[in-house]
């Protein structure tokens, strides 16, 4: 029998937090800085790690306004992509995670950030706990896709129609449901001043990369929460306690 307490969900998200860090950050590096709830221990354990010595000369860069703020209260240096194009390691939470370590990412409303952050990264390590661990995309959450302000209801309504996305429901983001800023209409805004449609799924996305093509010729679509062949490995904390999968891990067991 177990002698171990269940631990809650935000300490399994602080014990992957902290191990990205220290596993894949060392002083000299150039860091992505991803956004969430999961990422927020990432970023802590840096801001940690600078302030003890352990860590030197690391520079950052935030996916979004919030973790920038979070990062500049605790010291660490930033930069932007502007200043830096090629990142060492990029940490960050996903949505969901499929067994091909396809994601689902952008329920806080930070995706184009993450994304153009991410894929500059020579690793993209994914932090998550077991429940995001999923069989296939889609049905477990809503797939976000960021879009211009302008005829939000035209381009909203292409989106449904795209065959690779056939059957799912598109719903336009309202400033309830993120933590994104919100316009005099009550939709949500993100850090780029664009709109958000989530799209729910009742059973998987059939070919992620056909959908991720489709959304990525839509004009009017900023991009999207599909993060197809980004992540090099997915650090998962489940009751078992921590598994690795991806490269240097395991083969993904779920
Ligand atoms: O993509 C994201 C934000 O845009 C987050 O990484 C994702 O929503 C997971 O967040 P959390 O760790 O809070 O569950």
Redesign the pocket.
Known sequence: MSTRAAMTQDEL?KLVGYKSVDDHVESGMVVGL??????YFAVERVGQKLASGELKNVICIPT?ERTREQAESLKIPLCTLNEKSELDVAI????EVDPALALV???????LR?KMVEVMAKKFVVI?DES?LCKGLGPGFPLPVEITPFCHMHTLRTIAKLPALAGCEAILRMGSSSNNKIDGDNIAVTDNGNYIVDLHFKSPIKDPVAAASQLKNCVGVVDH?LFVDMAYQVIVAGSDGIRVAGTDGEKPWW
């Open positions: 998200k991803g956004t969430g709830s999961t990422a979004s960050d939470g996903a949505d990412k952008g329920g806080g409303g930070a995706l993450e998550v995001k929460g």
